[in-house]
């Protein structure tokens, strides 16, 4: 997932970057006009990623979450297991006694 966000950033961040270039290279605008737009895009830009990256703190969260419930539900079957096994054996142990 951490890779999968890694890569949309990157891929955004250098279109950006490929587009303002362009841009800058065929644009038929004053350099008022230029420097305006490419303010907005990179208004845009930041606006964009701060959104994926609060998603991305979101998604990482609930999958923290589910982990750590899946580890606990884990946990209490081995924990369950390892009783009924301690049970067994001491009901052994207790008939090589007699």
Do not use: C, H
């Amino acid at each position: 997932m951490a890779n999968n966000v890694g890569n949309t950033l990157l891929a955004v961040v250098g279109g950006a970057a490929i587009g303002a270039a362009l841009g800058i290279l065929f644009a038929p605008d004053s350099g008022d006009k230029t420097r305006k737009k490419i303010k907005d895009g990179y208004k845009d830009l930041q606006k964009d990623l701060k959104s994926k990256l609060v998603n991305a703190k979101v998604d990482l969260e609930q999958t923290y979450e589910e982990l750590l419930s899946n580890m606990s539900y884990k946990t209490e079957d081995v924990i369950s297991f390892l009783e009924t096994k301690l049970a067994d054996l001491k009901e052994q142990n207790a008939k090589l006694q007699k």
